[in-house]
């Protein structure tokens, strides 16, 4: 398993599901965590942010109201965009439209509240600089990918094990962080992006960069089955690259990493059916890893025999 290099616990990542063992029962009951609490980029408490930041709301649905003043007045806005892919707990990135540049040493607020729930919520509370500068920052550099698609038997499907198809996917992937100006790792927007050689079948994951996403390897003869990517078609060669943006998004384009490639290795589970004990991942043993925290302060749940990955959002970059 791969780690960050900013120490934030022990990381399993696998995408999607959450394990909840009961008791050492061999059976496994998995849940989506349901996204976390809404929060605000820039993250509350920010000072001297660039007056040319996107504001986003970090959230699992399109809020029912937003709010925003500068000041204590109240400023106009045009709705509500969604960016990025959706994350592994289900939230999404929704960029405030019609702030395409801010007032300069002003104190932002941004209040919301959710649908079927009428509350108010202050996601985030920021202070602007004087201005905004160009300066491009350090791109993420890609060092390794790797994919599989993992068969699993027919009987295995909904059956106790995470199964939820016949054909789950996999990937692990390095990468040098990227370093953008004036602008927190935990404020920091990544894109992974994967898709064919020839640029078909596009997908993604979004994720907030003190939460670094790099996969997982799938482990023994019957690897934990997971939700993200897709099962990739092992007739095809798949290609990854990062796009990372933060603070001042609006003066600079995004930071880009270099594209690399990677044949699918497939792994064939059905040999090993029925599946009894002495598997950890399946029995409810020991766990892959223990979950980590988001400093942004949505606690992020403890992985099982499904592991999980980290947090991040939305669609369309």
Not at 88 to 110: A, C
Request: net charge negative.
């Amino acid at each position: 398993m791969t780690l960050r290099h900013r120490p934030v616990g022990v990381i399993a990542i696998a995408f999607g599901l959450i394990a909840l063992f009961a008791g050492g029962s061999s059976a496994i009951a998995c849940d989506f965590a349901g996204p976390p609490a809404p929060f605000g980029l820039p993250l509350s408490g920010a000072k001297e942010v660039s007056t040319a930041t996107s504001v986003v709301i970090v959230a699992g649905e399109y809020p029912s109201w937003v709010e925003v003043t500068a000041e204590g007045r109240p400023v106009r806005i045009d709705g509500l965009k969604e960016i990025g892919f959706r994350s592994w707990n289900g939230s999404r990135f929704w960029r405030i439209r019609g702030l395409d540049f801010l007032e300069p040493n002003t104190e932002y607020v941004v209040t919301m509240a959710r649908y079927g729930d009428g509350r108010r919520k202050e996601v985030t509370r920021f202070t602007t600089a004087m201005g905004y500068d160009k300066n491009f920052g350090r791109p993420p550099v890609l060092e390794s990918l790797a994919l599989w698609r993992i068969k699993y038997p027919v009987e295995a499907i909904n059956a106790g094990w995470c199964v939820a198809a016949e054909y789950h996917g996999a990937f692990s992937v390095e990468y040098t962080e990227a370093i953008v100006p004036h602008t927190p790792p935990e404020a920091t927007r990544y894109t992974l992006r994967l898709f064919t050689r020839h640029g078909e079948d596009q997908m993604g994951i979004s994720f907030v960069g003190d939460f670094l996403i790099k996969g997982r390897m799938p482990e023994g003869r019957r690897p934990d089955p997971v939700q993200w990517p897709p099962a990739p078609d092992p007739t095809q060669e798949y290609c990854a690259m990062l796009v990372v943006e933060g603070y001042g998004d609006l003066a600079r384009p995004p930071l880009q990493s270099n594209t690399i490639c990677a044949k699918v290795t497939e792994i064939d589970t059905t040999a090993e059916w029925p599946w009894g004990g002495g598997n950890a991942a399946w029995d409810g043993g020991s766990t892959a890893g223990d979950g980590g925290t988001s400093s942004n302060g949505s606690a992020q749940e403890s992985s099982g025999g499904c592991s999980t990955t980290g947090v991040g959002v939305g669609v369309g970059f």
